[in-house]
């Protein structure tokens, strides 16, 4: 399959619009700045994984219908048996100044985990920082295995460690990390992500209420008892 021409900025105006939402709503509902909505939208600001989790998450559909086209997406089938082969090139590819991201079998809905390959190209963590602000972190873990090159792992609690061809890692991936290039030529690795309740792209139930929540209006308050009881009424005089 090739890779799909629509830019993942398209695919996440679609279902903004599909939702009816506009771009301060779903401000609103993710926590990010409409303009870093409007200029991801664009395709002038950074898309990361964890951008992508809290699009999916605010605006209560699967990640994969933010990657590909959600008319042509397949959602789980009941008895299962679903299956998408790929190959050398195909995907639905993602490209940072940090981060070459390939999201493979990005046409399913409702994967228990988020495969891809990323080609890193990052150096440092101030360049890495240039682009991302920070370092990344999602809800969930993280597993990641080297194919090519020497990738320098960053976190926020461990000293970095050099992974090279062969080497893994498996991260809790809500700790602050980074992928760093730490050799000359081509570094990539393949990594899975998913959140820990076992669904990669789906949005769970608790995401989906919490967003129901933040759409719908307060309810008003109750009324408030009295605080003064009130005044017994005065006996009747005889005159």
């Given at each position: 399959m090739a890779p799909s021409s629509t830019s993942p900025g398209d695919h996440i105006r679609s279902v903004r619009k599909r939702l009816g939402l506009t771009l301060?709503?779903?401000?609103?509902r993710t926590g990010m700045a409409v303009s870093t909505l409007s200029k991801l939208e664009k395709g002038?600001?950074?898309?990361?994984?964890?951008?992508l989790m809290l699009l999916s998450r605010g605006?209560?559909?699967?990640?994969a219908?933010?990657?590909?086209?959600?008319?042509?997406?397949?959602?789980?089938?009941?008895?299962?048996?679903?299956?998408?082969?790929?190959?050398?090139g195909d995907g639905q590819v993602v490209d940072t100044q940090s981060y070459k991201q390939t999201y493979l079998a990005a046409e399913l809905l409702n994967k228990r985990f988020t495969p891809l390959i990323a080609e890193v190209r990052a150096r440092t963590l101030d360049e890495f920082k240039a682009e991302f602000g920070d370092l990344i972190r999602h809800p969930g873990e993280e597993f990641a295995f080297v194919i090519?090159?020497?990738?320098?792992?960053?976190?926020?609690?461990?000293?970095?460690?050099?992974l090279k061809p062969g080497d893994s890692i498996f991260f809790d991936s809500e700790m602050g990390h980074a992928y760093l290039k730490a050799s000359?030529?081509?570094?990539?690795?393949?990594?899975?992500?998913a959140p820990r309740n076992?669904?990669?792209d789906v949005m769970t139930q608790h995401f989906v209420e919490a967003s129901?929540?933040?759409?719908?209006?307060?309810?008003?308050?109750?009324a408030k008892a009295a605080k003064v009881a009130a005044k017994p009424k005065a006996k009747a005089t005889r005159r």
């Open positions: 301060a709503q779903v401000g609103e002038n600001v950074s898309l990361s994984y964890d951008k605006l209560g559909v699967d990640m219908e933010l990657l590909h086209d959600a008319q042509g997406a397949r959602p789980a089938a009941s008895g299962g048996g679903r299956r998408v082969v790929h190959r050398a090519e090159g020497e990738v320098a792992f960053h976190s926020e609690l461990y000293a970095p460690v050099i000359e030529g081509t570094c990539r690795l393949v990594a899975t992500c076992g669904h990669g129901q929540r933040l759409a719908a209006p307060e309810p008003a308050a109750p």
